[in-house]
């Protein structure tokens, strides 16, 4: 079964405490993004990656932190700096360009609120 | 930078009608992509549709349609005869495909649109 896989799909966390998100894809592509969304305000960049060992913080990186070890998984934590984490978190990848163009495929998000 | 809106928070239709989903955008670029996508009950993004800014023909796609005018910079999604499981968040997004920002995807705000028996 081919790919973006996001677990878990519901999480619980207390506050005060650090939790991490799972995001493994085996589509082979490069770069991966964690877009967060909450009602009424659309999708907004967390952080991406366009190779292995190497990210960059998107629009709101604050409260938040990834790893690229390897090209098929992003994992995404959500520290107790995050002041207001309860969201659904959506991961992606992106395809070559010439061949996708730009086109960037979602996971089936995880929803995560703190209780 | 860029900026896409969808100015219809919600839209409710009768099953069979059409519906026009507006999506406007602004970037300063000349080379960008646009995108539908389509978010039902169950949270993921289903990918609908890319454009890219040399190709301003409509699309049609089944029940699906999209009108591209780069003279108002509208790129508007229209579905035919809806059904029930047209309902659902639809997002356009936009992304700029020159030099280093071509990794970022700008979503508007999303129309929720519900289909009525």
């Known amino acids: 079964d081919g790919g973006i896989t996001q677990s878990p799909k519901y999480l619980f966390r207390k506050e005060g405490q650090n939790v991490t998100l799972s995001c493994e894809q085996n589509?082979?592509?490069?770069?991966m993004y964690w877009y967060r969304q909450d009602p009424g305000q659309g999708l907004r960049l967390i952080y991406y990656?366009?190779?292995?060992?190497?990210?960059q913080k998107g629009d709101i990186a604050e409260g938040y932190s990834v790893s690229r070890e390897k090209k098929e998984s992003f994992p995404l934590t959500v520290t107790s700096a995050q002041k207001n984490p309860t969201a659904f978190y959506l991961c992606?990848?992106?395809?070559?360009?010439?061949?996708?163009?730009?086109?960037?495929?979602f996971g089936e998000g995880s929803w995560l609120t703190v209780v | 930078a860029q900026k896409v809106t969808q100015a219809q928070t919600e839209i409710s239709v009768v099953e069979k009608e059409d519906v026009t989903l507006d999506c406007v955008y602004e970037?300063?670029?000349?080379?960008?992509?646009l995108f539908w996508y389509k978010q039902p009950p169950s949270g993921e993004l289903v990918f609908l549709i890319r454009?890219?800014?040399?190709?301003?023909q409509n699309e049609i796609s089944g029940r699906y349609s999209w009108n591209f005018q780069k003279s108002t910079s509208s790129f508007n999604f229209t579905i035919t005869a809806s059904q029930v499981v047209d309902s659902a968040v639809y997002f356009c997004?936009?992304?700029?495909?020159?030099?280093?920002?071509?990794?970022?995807?700008?979503f508007g705000k999303g129309t929720l649109l519900t289909v009525n028996p």
């Open positions: 992606a990848t992106k395809g070559p360009r010439v061949s996708s163009g730009n086109t960037i495929y």
């Open positions: 589509l082979n592509h490069d770069a």
């Open positions: 990656s366009q190779i292995v060992n190497d990210f």
């Open positions: 970037t300063r670029d000349t080379t960008y992509y």
């Open positions: 454009r890219n800014s040399f190709d301003e």
């Open positions: 997004a936009l992304s700029e495909a020159s030099g280093g920002s071509n990794y970022k995807l700008t």
